[in-house]
């Protein structure tokens, strides 16, 4: 099978969605969300040839996304945008929980939203999440742990223990 077709069937609609989810959440704007996708796109599609493990390829995929944003970041000094849960978590813990955890997220570093948002609402493992953010595994629990603590510690005074046992 040639790399162009490989390259496709594993770029499923899933890890496209995947993609452009992280990078709306990286960029300010659409359009930059759109550039910094298609230069990652076509950056991955030049070097597929050096991806050595297929079953990486949503976290590589992630990390030359991110990778285009620093790129763009340092010419710009652009920051990114707040995170916005999706609205399914309304749906499943009501109105509230959703407000709290958005003016909550504002609260945390921006290193600490990435991890919770690439671990918690894209699904992706520890493996990929630590390939995109370009750190160890071990590293990446140990942030992801800082993070839910720091997010547990600001979420105390909206909810009672038990409820932020049951989210967290």
């Known amino acids: 099978m040639a790399a162009r077709e490989r390259f496709e069937l594993l770029l499923t609609p899933s890890v496209y969605q995947t993609a452009w989810r992280y990078a709306c959440y990286l960029t300010a704007r659409r359009e930059d969300a ?16 050096q991806l050595r493990n297929l079953e990486n ?5 992630l990390s030359i996304i991110r990778t285009k944003f620093i790129a763009s970041y340092r010419k710009a000094r652009r920051t990114p945008a707040p995170v916005d849960l999706p609205n399914t978590l309304a749906d499943d813990h009501g109105e509230p929980l959703l407000e709290a955890l958005q003016q909550v997220l504002k609260r945390l570093s921006a290193s600490q939203q990435e991890v919770l948002v690439l671990y918690y609402l894209e699904g992706l493992n520890i493996t990929e999440a630590a390939l995109v953010v370009g750190c160890k595994p071990n590293a990446l629990k140990q942030r992801l742990w800082r993070a839910r603590g720091a997010l547990e510690r600001l979420l105390e005074p909206h909810f009672a223990q038990s409820d932020m046992v049951a989210l967290l």
């Open 34 to 49: 759109e550039d910094v996708l298609q230069e990652a796109l076509t950056h991955a599609y030049l070097r597929f040839h």
């Open 57 to 61: 390829f949503r976290g590589w995929l």
